[in-house]
């Protein structure tokens, strides 16, 4: 996008006021949305965004300036503006920017344009006549489709060049579905870093089945009772509980600042024996994949938690910078408009010892989680909140009637700790899961199924 | 500097052709954003970008592209694009561009000059007094960070039945995120303290102190309490959560896509009389107001809940021409950004303060709970009307606060909710979450609170 004398011009400009380290993020993004509702598809957008971010390192002072514009001028000018807050001269000259490899490589089969729009758009009016046929309950079906091109360049005044070229597809599907003045709703959706193959593995006709299915059973879903008792979580998506409730807690920022309750905890034993806990950028296809970070670092597999015990944190550029860590590939930035932070990639509980069918067997009384909207976590506290949107009772090892609106609250560290039961049927969720954290990223998550035996459950029947 | 609403216009001219409407929007912003941590900065960011939308409308069939890339041949690239896209849409009678409408004019306050102005290190001593103020109001304060930021932005609309509009606004903010410890008590909690307004000079370093040190110490060595349905205060930040829920369900979409738990309910009564919820796009120095909305709509003031009565929805100009009869735009078309297509959306939208202060409503509570954190994702349904949150805060007994409490849930129906509010306060503060949003403290009664196993729970 932009020439490697014109990065090194632009390098040399940001550091001439005396900075550490200088660095130019370049973005070309290209997307396509299309949804329905009320079987019109009445979503088609197409969009560009392109630019181009500096950021400069002056000590613990980072400064940015962005630009939509990229022509050398007007990256000069962000590089000025950038710069404008040292007060020296430079320090060091540009090394070389010799371009970086990586084994790491996520090849599209099916590039977005083997497919037209036009069919595209069918898939989706199939989507809904799939849903609406599956009973006359269903009253809304909103179907969607995204695919998003994002390329990546970024040059150091470290010498780094790397670039990557990220294709994302996702697909997702919500049904609402109305009984007596009673409504539900209910979504599915898969994707991934991916190209159009994507729908030769998953089938969104079998999305939309299973969507109303789960909206039409949720009509007659009781009350949630309130209190507290135990929870056995689903495998797959269920593992947003271990990023809300512990994984937001591991990111470095939290870590150096001494707000998150597992600072300082490194070789601690932070949870049962049984669990194995993993942040790895490099997994084929999945949606929080990397060749190259946002801080141009390598993607990597990091365990953080290894049989119990706490073995690293997520680890970006200028938390690693601070700290005198080094970065595990965790810097992730929304766009050329913001500075990247520690976030998480796919992270998943690793599979445990435990037949998934003896957890829901051996508990007596619960609720079994099958679906749920995302989570929230308060990281002082580790406290943690997520709704679930398809949930059971448990009764005598059982799983019976459907329960509506159950809240699960919790602390993050205590529930690791107190995890007693880990399924051996490890899977990562269908591929949609977005993570905000003042930005927003893409990100995966995983689990075996999981018994928490004691979680404060919010309903409205006590 | 370019004529953006001259380009705008000449986008427009371009992308109409014989029975095809189209529309162009131009967003140019020029924003700071920084952080102070241990009273240094840490972070610094200003910059400025810009963004054009094209919609056309070709037989009810619609379009949308959107660049960054204002070069000729990128205008062209995005018109195409648009045109491509309306030919697969399915047409709708019902979508067309708003008719020509005067926009009044009158001063909202939006924008304030002085922010121009307003050097780099004025914000950054404001970022850090309001850092230095939660220190200073608590001890336990262990960590704060504060973040300030603004934005100056031009917003030009042209269409092609005629409409050609510009205005600017000014927003500015400031906000600590603050972590409390206590040794003795062995817990740490975190907090938060906002403040914004479209006028720099409006922001209070000391009241976010204040705020954020007041949250985050709160619910110091909270406990749970036996599960049990009782009396709750929800917060103004707290309640204008479930405020948000409710302007979701009362746009006019969600109730003619089935995606409201208020269908069917128009004209009947919902709530308490206590209850009057109101949405002003014309509200002075609102920080969603505007001339007019994301079509070219003038904005206005609507009543949708009096005294408890559910008397009418926010419209866009397809959501009114769908109902048909005498359904008009309230001015309520919103997008995020020039990447959206506008959709309804609520601007200042709140519930009508009362006339009693916090303390007072307090004092008038036995046995309750008072609530000044929810954490909830999908716990707040307009579809269903479920309402389920986790939340810390402080028991009142006898008209007094007393023991922190955390790890409870609260759980009711936005259908029970309404019903169940008996006190709304004096104190309405507006927030900048999805637009602009808020409410007074409010008493509500009869809520579960799920905390420890019940054994003897009180009869409800």
Do not use: K
């Given at each position: 996008m932009i020439s490697k004398e014109t990065a090194s011009k632009v390098l040399a400009v940001a550091m001439k006021t005396g900075a550490d380290l200088a660095e130019i993020y370049v973005e070309d993004t290209t997307e396509l949305q299309l949804a329905m509702q009320e079987s019109k598809l009445e979503q088609a957008i197409r969009g560009t965004d392109r630019g181009a971010g500096i950021r400069v390192f002056f000590g613990n002072l980072v400064t940015y300036a962005y630009t939509d514009d990229l022509s050398e001028e007007s990256l000069l000018r962000a590089a000025e503006a950038a710069g404008a807050a040292g007060s020296g001269s430079a320090k060091s000259q540009i090394i070389d920017l010799t371009t970086k490899n990586s084994a790491l490589a996520f090849p599209i089969v099916k590039p977005f344009d083997t497919m037209s729009i036009a069919q595209k758009a069918e898939i989706l009016q199939k989507v809904d006549e799939k849903a609406r046929a599956y009973s006359p309950h269903v009253i809304q079906v909103m179907p969607g489709y995204v695919e998003k091109h994002r390329q990546m360049w970024l040059y150091n005044s470290d010498g780094v060049a790397v670039e990557d070229d990220r294709s994302y597809t996702e697909f997702r599907v919500g049904v609402t579905a109305q009984k007596e003045g009673v409504l539900q709703s209910a979504f599915e959706g898969f994707g991934g870093r991916?190209?159009?193959?994507?729908?030769d593995t998953k089938d969104p006709y079998q999305a939309a089945h299973n969507a109303a299915e789960s909206a039409v059973k949720m009509l007659d879903a009781r009350p949630c009772p309130a209190g507290e008792m135990p929870v056995v979580i689903c495998n797959g998506w269920g593992g947003v509980l271990f990023h809300e409730a512990c994984g937001h807690q591991m990111e470095a920022d939290f870590i150096t600042k001494g707000s998150s309750a597992y600072t300082g905890r490194v070789g601690e034993t932070v949870a049962n024996p049984i669990i194995t806990a993993i942040d790895d950028?490099?997994?084929?296809?999945?949606?929080?994949?990397?060749?190259?970070?946002?801080?141009?670092v390598e993607a990597r597999k990091n365990v953080l938690i290894d049989k119990g015990v706490l073995v690293d944190y997520m680890w970006d550029l200028v938390e690693a910078r601070r700290a005198g860590h080094h970065s595990t590939g965790n810097g992730r930035r929304q766009s050329f408009r913001h500075m990247p932070m520690p976030r998480m990639t796919n992270t998943y509980i690793d599979a445990g010892p435990h037949d998934p069918q003896e957890i829901i067997e051996s508990t007596k009384k619960g609720i079994y989680i099958k679906n749920m909207a995302g989570g929230q976590a308060d990281i002082a506290r580790g406290d943690y909140v997520f709704n679930a949107t398809e949930a059971y009772l448990i009764e005598d090892g059982k799983l019976t009637a459907p329960v509506r609106s159950a809240t699960i609250a919790g602390n993050g560290p205590k529930a690791l700790e107190s995890i007693d039961m880990v399924g051996t049927d490890l899977a990562l969720d269908p591929g949609v899961g977005m993570c905000g954290k003042g930005q927003s990223a893409r990100v995966s998550v995983g689990q075996p199924t999981v018994r928490i035996p004691l979680a404060n459950v919010g309903g409205t029947d006590n | 500097m370019t004529d953006y609403l001259q380009l705008a216009k000449e986008i427009v001219q371009r992308a109409t052709r014989d029975g095809v409407q189209a529309e162009a929007l131009i967003m140019d912003d020029v924003s700071t954003t920084l952080r102070v941590d241990g009273g240094e900065v840490e972070q610094l960011s200003q910059s400025g970008s810009k963004g054009l939308g094209v919609r056309v409308i070709d037989g009810g069939k619609v379009g949308y592209a959107y660049t960054s890339d204002f070069s000729d041949e990128g205008i062209q690239t995005t018109i195409n694009a648009a045109h491509e896209l309306a030919q697969i849409a399915t047409p709708d009678e019902f979508r067309a561009l708003p008719q020509l409408q005067t926009i009044p004019d009158e001063d909202l306050e939006i924008y304030d000059p002085a922010l121009e102005t307003v050097t780099t290190s004025a914000k950054v001593d404001l970022a850090k007094q309001a850092e230095r103020q939660t220190f200073e109001a608590d001890s336990r304060i262990f960590h704060a960070q504060a973040n300030y930021g603004d934005s100056i932005t031009h917003v030009y609309l042209a269409n092609s039945n005629g409409f050609a509009g510009k205005y600017s606004r000014t927003t500015a903010y400031a906000y600590v995120f603050a972590t409390a410890k206590d040794k003795d008590l062995n817990d740490s909690a975190q907090g938060f303290g906002l403040d914004s307004s479209p006028y720099f000079s409006e922001l209070s370093a000391v009241k976010i102190g204040q705020e954020s040190a007041y949250t985050s110490t709160l619910t110091l060595g909270g406990k749970t309490v036996p599960t049990q349905k009782t009396t709750v205060v929800f917060d103004p930040m707290v309640m204008t959560q479930i405020i948000g829920t409710l302007a979701f369900a009362m746009r006019a979409d969600s109730l003619q896509r089935g995606r409201s738990f208020l269908i069917g309910k128009q004209g009947t009564e919902v709530g308490s009389d206590k209850v009057t919820l109101l949405d002003n796009g014309r509200m002075k120095r609102g920080l969603a107001s505007a001339p007019f909305d994301a079509e070219g709509v003038p904005t206005s003031a609507t009543r949708l809940m009096d005294e408890g009565i559910f008397q009418n929805v926010i419209y866009d100009t397809y959501s009114a021409r769908m109902e048909g009869g005498e359904a008009f735009s309230t001015?309520?078309?919103?997008?995020?950004?020039?990447r959206n297509l506008p959709g309804v959306g609520p601007s200042n939208f709140y519930l009508q303060p009362g006339i009693l202060s916090r303390d007072e409503i307090i004092a008038g509570i036995d046995d309750g709970f008072y609530i000044t954190n929810v954490m909830q994702t999908g716990?707040?349904?307009?579809?269903?009307g479920d309402c389920s949150m986790a939340a810390s805060g402080k028991w009142i007994k006898n008209g007094k606060l007393t023991d922190p409490i955390n790890g409870v849930t609260v759980a009711t129906t936005l259908n029970e909710l309404l019903k169940n509010i008996s006190e709304v306060g004096n104190d309405l503060r507006m927030f900048p979450f999805m637009g602009s949003l808020g409410s007074p403290t409010v008493r509500v009664d009869n809520v579960i609170v799920g905390g420890s196993v019940a054994e003897a729970a009180p009869a409800g």
């Open positions: 991916v190209g159009l193959e994507l729908f950028g490099t997994i084929p296809g999945r949606r929080g994949s990397l060749r190259f970070d946002d801080d141009g | 001015g309520n078309a919103q997008r995020g950004s020039h716990g707040i349904s307009p579809v269903t």
